[in-house]
């Protein structure tokens, strides 16, 4: 009898890894519903159907993929319409929680803003905006309250003042961070202004660079506090020192935070201030070509750095976009150093520069209709917004410093604020975005106000960032008290509240905070859970030279919590 054998089976075939929408890698039909509008529409059009068609026939006429999509190219979000909470956000459509007004975002890119542009600036709050201006951690002026049919008339006002919302927003180059200080800083080593103009000018409107795969964050400054927070861009320029060919710029690529983040890796080049803005072309074209768009959770550039690893990205760049190789040079040593200039300073011609710190960066029109008038009065350079909220006055005569200091008091801009007041941001928050799930802008507030009265006499500075969603939109995880917001369940109830991350830093020692299992905290009790941590490190400390941060990394979990009795 014949044994009858069975063949043996083929080897499975490994199943074909899938597209992730790399254009340089031939995939270039739209994978999605973002890159398709994009392919039906070079969302710079928009433009023009908002000035002809949306303003004159009002909101009902917009086409809902330029309301949702193309808009944002123009500095355009839809804002979240009132009455609904936090736990609505993840459960209704975009649609849904659409008001018909819009939040708009003005672009300074670093620029000193004299004072017709900040009188500008505060007109549009006024007259457009029901009073709405915020200083945001992009160097951006946000309104709110803006309505379709006045997009044109505060268009026309802003330009005329050399302003712009141009890619404000969307898949495009987003404003970029500028060195406060740059051209005045007596320590500075190289002045970027040039650099940033220069990008500005040859890229921003270009049709070949506002479709890149998602956001593309830009930050430059030759100022050694690193003070953009370069760490947390896509792309940024540090200034450095060659020991041959003098002040330049490393390069830092990969930088970006939200739910996934990831600090940028430092390339170790030196570029010279004139090649600067070839350099940007190429790493935005580098996103651009290989960036992933199939997935909009992994569509920055930080994911493909971190695939490709800094050595690969710095090959292509070289190779496929420069044509050269860039000039090695060892990456400058991070700071430790409180970065918002804040207070009275000296110029390098011997003029001050004052900084001010609105509270949680939230002002007015009327306060920025103020701060025109005092740049007049005291016949200042202008004004350049921060990274961290706050405003820089430029060239003050130190004859009249404490004039000057008193006049912006006055309009509630303080050169000489708390700690607790200097040192906390938050995003917009559930009052006006559609993503957030808790008020963050007046909880903040009334968190400075509380700490105060309760902490006065704090001898080092600790940042508070918060969040109203993970999108870490204020810098969340690289903060010492990060806080996202979040419904908790507190007495059988949900509450608003916040997860905790503490001991997050930029600079020398960058991480990212320290989260505690399960470890949340109500809005309502945020203020003692502060009070407890920060007690709790100020009795623990090995001296006042311990950073808050480096506490945490040792601290005793039960520290952390605040469960701990207070010290007394």
């Known amino acids: 009898m014949t044994e009858l054998l069975t063949p043996p089976s083929a080897p499975a075939r490994p199943r074909a890894k899938r597209g992730e929408g790399q254009w340089a890698l031939g995939y270039r039909e739209p994978l999605n519903k973002n890159e398709q509008a994009k392919k039906d529409d070079n969302p710079l059009n928009v433009r023009a ?15 809902p993929a330029d309301l949702r999509g193309r808009f944002r190219w123009m500095g355009l979000y839809t804002q979240r319409a009132p009455g609904f909470d936090g736990g609505k956000t993840a459960m209704l459509s975009e649609e849904e929680l659409d008001d018909r007004f819009f939040m708009m975002r003005v672009r300074t890119d670093g620029t000193l803003l004299d004072a017709a542009a900040v009188r500008a600036l505060g007109s549009v709050g006024v007259d457009f905006a029901r009073d709405t201006a915020d200083v945001t951690d992009r160097q951006n002026i ?43 800083a007596a320590d500075e080593i190289i002045d970027g202004t040039a650099a940033l103009e220069e990008i500005n000018r040859r890229y921003i409107g270009d049709p070949e660079y506002a479709n890149l795969p998602r956001k593309f964050k830009t930050a430059l400054t030759g100022h050694p506090s690193h003070d953009v927070s370069p760490e947390t861009n896509d792309i940024a320029f540090v200034g450095t020192v060659h020991p041959e060919h003098g002040p330049g710029f490393d390069l830092w690529v990969g930088g970006g935070l939200s739910t996934n983040p990831m600090l940028a890796q430092k390339l170790g080049v030196w570029i010279p201030l004139d090649e600067v803005a070839d350099a940007w072309a190429g790493v935005a074209a580098v996103f651009r070509d290989y960036g992933y768009r199939r997935l909009r959770s992994r569509a920055r550039l930080k994911f493909l750095v971190a695939d490709w690893g800094v050595e690969k990205f710095r090959e292509v760049l070289e190779q496929e ?7 090695d040079c060892e990456s400058p040593v991070s700071p430790r150093a409180h970065r918002d200039h804040i207070g009275v300073h000296d110029q390098v011609d011997g003029l001050k520069y004052v900084g001010v710190a609105p509270v949680v960066g939230r002002i007015s029109g009327t306060t920025l209709l103020g701060l025109a008038d005092v740049i007049e009065e005291f016949g200042l350079a202008g004004a350049r917004l921060t990274a961290y909220q706050k405003i820089v006055l430029l060239g003050a005569d130190p004859a009249r410093i404490e ?7 006055s309009i509630g801009l303080s050169a000489r604020p708390s700690g607790w007041r200097q040192n906390t941001m938050a995003c917009t928050g559930i009052e006006f975005c559609k993503l957030a799930i808790v008020d963050t802008k007046n ?96 009795a623990d400390r090995t001296g006042p030279e311990e950073p808050f941060a480096d506490w945490v990394a040792r601290a005793d979990e039960a520290l952390l919590r605040g469960e701990a009795q207070v010290p007394a």
């Open 403 to 409: 004039d000057l200091v008193a006049r912006l008091d």
């Open 142 to 184: 946000q309104y709110h309250w803006i309505r379709i049919e006045d997009v044109p008339q505060v268009w026309e006002r802003l330009e005329a003042a050399g302003l712009s919302t141009l890619e404000a927003c969307g898949d495009s180059p987003r404003p970029f961070l500028g060195s406060p200080l740059a051209g005045v």
């Open 321 to 327: 976009y420069l044509h050269r190789r860039l000039v």
């Open 49 to 63: 159907r908002i000035l002809h068609t949306y303003s004159r026939r009002g909101f009902d006429s917009i086409d």
């Open 443 to 538: 909880r903040a507030r009334d968190l400075v106000a509380e700490l105060e009265q309760r902490l006065p006499d704090l001898d080092v500075p600790i940042s508070v960032n918060a969040n109203g969603c993970p999108n870490a939109c204020a810098r969340t995880q690289v903060a010492d008290i990060g806080l996202k917001g979040q419904l908790v369940t507190h007495e059988g109830s949900q509450v608003e509240g916040f997860q905790v991350h503490l001991g997050g830093a930029t600079g020398l020692g960058a991480n990212f905070g320290r989260k505690l299992r399960a470890h949340k905290v109500t809005s309502a009790g945020l203020g003692d859970y502060v009070v407890a941590v920060v007690s709790h490190y100020l």
